[in-house]
């Protein structure tokens, strides 16, 4: 077989992997209202102290990658399975 030969996947499999992918859009969407409010919440850091808060860079670094991980799932990137399925991606890789 060569590398550009399809990949057939059997229908229990592509059913499982669909919701799966419906899980990870709805965590897509949650993440993505928890880095805004951490955008949020570095602005007004910003604002009364001059410096961002270095936790919540690193958190929100963190969430960064989730979100990418979730992306490469849905899209049909990688088979790894974003957190909760596997451990949340650390700030600093």
Known sequence: ????????IAPRK???RALLMLLMCIAFQL???VLIAVALLQLVF?????AP????QGFG????R????????????T???PFPFSDWPLADL
Not at 1 to 8: I, K, P, Q, R, S
Not at 46 to 50: L, Y
Not at 66 to 77: D, E, G, K, P, T
């Open 53 to 56: 808060n270095p936790r919540l």
């Open 31 to 33: 993440a993505t209202w």
């Open 66 to 77: 989730y979100l990418a991980q979730i992306a490469a799932f849905v899209s049909f990137a």
């Open 61 to 64: 670094r963190s969430v960064g």
């Open 46 to 50: 910003a604002i009364f102290s001059d």
């Open 14 to 16: 592509l059913w499982l």
């Open 79 to 81: 088979e790894a399975l």
């Open 1 to 8: 077989m060569t590398d550009n030969a399809l990949v057939t």
